[in-house]
């Protein structure tokens, strides 16, 4: 079957420099662009402490 992405959209944050250049730095570890680490970083945070689990979606590996 074909496999279909989740929905993205566009938004604009503001964050400390030093937190963006933590992630830029993991994410290139990761071998991933930077959004869609930051993405990986949100899920697992929201699966870890929220009651609603987004953990079932494909292609999606744990984050080191």
Do not use: C, T, W
């Not at 929220?50 to 979606?57: E, K, R």
């Amino acid at each position: 079957g074909r496999f279909m992405r989740p929905l993205k959209r566009k938004i604009s944050i503001s964050l400390d420099e030093d937190v963006i250049l933590k992630m830029q730095e993991l994410a290139e570890k990761d071998i991933r662009p930077l959004s869609q680490y930051i993405n990986l970083l949100l899920r697992k945070y929201i699966d870890e402490y929220s009651p609603i689990n987004y953990s079932n979606h494909k292609g999606d590996r744990n984050v080191n």
